[in-house]
């Protein structure tokens, strides 16, 4: 099952979002979840992150939660709102 996690990130969390991205990068690098894509939200003009989108594969939702709060960016208290939806894939 394919699930979309779409994070927005706290207002004015930008300074601890680039620190903290070291460890959020190694977080996903050690492969806690089937990762098809990812990336950051930014700004519309694309110059500031604001939050974190990803394309995750797994059983549950209990596995995207996990990896969820898992992910460093979770711990430092980033994202201010954190949504999980079920997507179906249709094409691509």
Same mark, same amino acid.
């Given at each position: 099952?394919?699930? #979309?996690? @779409?994070?927005?990130?706290?207002? +004015?969390?930008?300074?601890? !979002?680039?620190? $903290?991205?070291?460890? &959020? *990068? %190694?977080?996903?690098? $050690? ?6 894509? $990812? /990336? ?5 003009? /694309?110059?500031?992150? #604001? +939050? $974190? ?20 960016? @979770? %711990? %430092? /208290? #980033?994202?201010?709102?954190? !949504? #999980?939806?079920?997507? &179906? *894939?249709?094409? /691509?």
């Amino acid at each position: 099952m394919h699930w #979309i996690v @779409f994070c927005t990130d706290t207002p +004015g969390s930008l300074a601890l !979002r680039e620190a $903290s991205t070291p460890k &959020h *990068r %190694a977080y996903l690098e $050690s492969r806690p979840i089937t990762l098809l894509t $990812s /990336g950051p939200l930014v700004d519309d003009a /694309g110059e500031n992150k #604001i +939050g $974190s989108f990803f394309l995750v594969e797994a059983q549950t939702r209990g596995e995207v939660e996990a990896f969820n709060r898992n992910d460093p960016l @979770f %711990a %430092a /208290g #980033i994202w201010d709102e954190v !949504r #999980i939806h079920r997507f &179906h *894939r249709k094409m /691509g």
